[in-house]
């Protein structure tokens, strides 16, 4: 079955709104990562959060071990904010890391 | 620091014919990661090596595809005959060990027509 389900599957915004992305997992975990890719792009690592919050610009991550969550902030979103954006999870006793599929994110000018 | 590097970045082939990929990851980095991502969907993992040993290759349609990493570095995954579902990005990452932070090449994208 789905172990890790992200949320919304597309979300649309105007510039300087606030996005809030959410990833659920089904199982405990070791690792939780979150990743940026642009249309036709690489991924690029935007934190690594087993748990707790971090920090980065205008990016922060939250991840809830207990609640089997974590969730992506972005703060005053600009056009180039533009992209998908991918959790992934490593189980325990499990070193496969499992990618969910991942919210659409698009910002109006 | 150079980052994982993949080829070729595109590939088009007709069903049938075979095609390979190769990655070199970051130096230093043990574990190897191989993901099919089809489009507008998350990667799915293919097979991962810790050095030269393969640690888990469940997901690889084994009677068509083939990886290897001879001397735990480089590594190149195969496409005996290319199916059309085949069709999608083949990425590679590295890292230096598990349940680290994960680096990822820019893919092959493959067509398979």
């Known amino acids: 079955g789905q172990q890790v389900q992200q949320s919304p599957a597309s979300l649309v915004l105007q510039e300087g709104e606030n996005a809030e992305l959410q990833c659920n997992f089904s199982t405990s975990l070791n690792s939780m990562q979150w990743f940026y890719q642009r249309p036709g792009g690489s991924l690029v690592s935007l934190f690594y959060n087993p748990s707790g919050t971090k920090h980065s610009g205008r990016l922060t991550s939250t991840t809830v071990i207990k609640e089997r969550r974590s969730s992506l902030h972005i703060s005053s979103s600009q056009t180039t904010d533009s992209g998908t954006y991918l959790c992934?999870?490593?189980?325990?006793?499990?070193?496969?890391?499992?990618f969910g599929a991942g919210t659409k994110l698009t910002i109006k000018p | 620091e150079a980052g994982v590097t993949q080829s070729p970045r595109y590939a088009v082939l007709q069903e049938g014919q075979a095609v390979s990929f190769w990655c070199d990851p970051i130096?230093?980095?043990?574990?190897l990661y191989w993901y099919q991502q089809p489009r507008d969907q998350g990667p799915q993992l293919l097979v991962y090596?810790?050095?030269?040993?393969?640690?888990?290759n469940s997901q690889l349609p084994s009677d068509r595809f083939s990886a290897v990493r001879p001397k735990g570095t480089n590594s190149t995954l195969k496409i005996q005959s290319a199916k059309q579902g085949d069709t999608a990005t083949y990425l590679c990452?590295?890292?230096?060990?598990?349940?680290?932070?994960?680096?990822f090449g820019h893919g092959t994208k493959l067509s398979v027509l």
């Open positions: 990452a590295s890292s230096l060990g598990t349940s680290e932070r994960l680096f």
């Open positions: 130096s230093g980095h043990d574990t």
């Open positions: 090596f810790r050095d030269e040993a393969v640690i888990d």
């Open positions: 992934a999870l490593e189980r325990p006793g499990n070193e496969k890391i499992t």
